[in-house]
């Protein structure tokens, strides 16, 4: 079906700390998963994304992680900082209709002082 | 500013009426989204269109209804309104579709409550 889990749905961190949000999804035709950053009141945005042919992409302090055998991928953000405070959305492209792009549930995500 | 113009920002109304909701997407752009955003709920898809033609699907349900017109322009339209449709509704646009589809930009969002 289409869908994709996303764990955790809320997460403390201490300022500095390193970030991880896991996504499974399990339409395994799949090729396309973005990241998406909603800060509070505002609409979201996209903040990091991966094709199926690579399996990790970089950009400053947040990093994207595929793998596509187990159908999981990984928003990892390293030195976190009060502006990173938001929900985090991943996504996928379906593979059965490729118009489709399906979000997972949300991360709140919230930077401690 | 993304590019995307929804409108209006917010509209309150009552139940068992019928509202329209509209989206002007990116210049260039000929795909449209409409998503779904119940409070602290995810981005739930509705119906998605290109160049004027239903593209595809999600759980939307049989009161909503949408279109894209010529100008690429595209309205949502919900009826029978309950309670339950209070949400807020985002529009997204891209340049592409299918397996080039790529970012989504997407507008402020209408905010629609239901009395």
New interface residues.
């Given amino acids: 079906g289409e869908n994709v889990e996303?764990h955790p749905s809320t997460l403390s961190v201490q300022e500095g700390d390193s970030a991880v949000i896991k996504c499974t999804y399990s339409d395994s035709a799949s090729?396309?998963f973005?990241w998406?950053k909603q800060e509070l009141g505002?609409?979201?945005?996209?903040i990091i994304?991966i094709r199926s042919n690579v399996g990790e992409k970089k950009d400053q302090r947040i990093a994207v992680t595929l793998n596509k055998t187990a159908k999981h991928f990984s928003l990892h953000i390293t030195e976190t900082q009060p502006e990173d405070s938001a929900v985090y959305?991943c996504a996928y492209?379906?593979g059965s209709?490729?118009?489709?792009?399906?979000?997972?549930?949300?991360t709140r995500l919230s930077i401690r002082p | 500013d993304s590019g995307v113009t929804q409108t209006p920002k917010h509209l309150i109304t009552a139940t068992g009426q019928r509202v329209t909701l509209r989206c002007s997407p990116r210049s260039g752009d000929l795909s449209v989204y409409w998503y779904q955003q119940s409070l602290d709920q995810g981005l739930q898809f509705l119906i998605q269109y290109y160049n004027g033609e239903e593209r595809a699907k999600g759980n939307i349900l049989e009161r909503f209804s949408a279109q894209q017109f010529p100008d690429l322009h595209s309205e949502l339209n919900l009826s029978s309104l309950e309670l339950g449709d209070s949400a807020l509704y985002f529009c997204a646009s891209s340049v592409a579709r299918g397996l080039a589809a790529g970012e989504l930009f997407f507008g402020e969002g209408s905010r629609l409550t239901v009395l």
């Avoid at chain 1, 505002?42 to 996209?46: A, H, I, S």
């Avoid at chain 1, 209709?97 to 949300?106: P, W």
């Fill in positions: 996303q090729n396309y973005p998406y505002k609409r979201p945005q996209l994304d959305f492209r379906s209709s490729a118009s489709k792009i399906i979000f997972g549930s949300g």
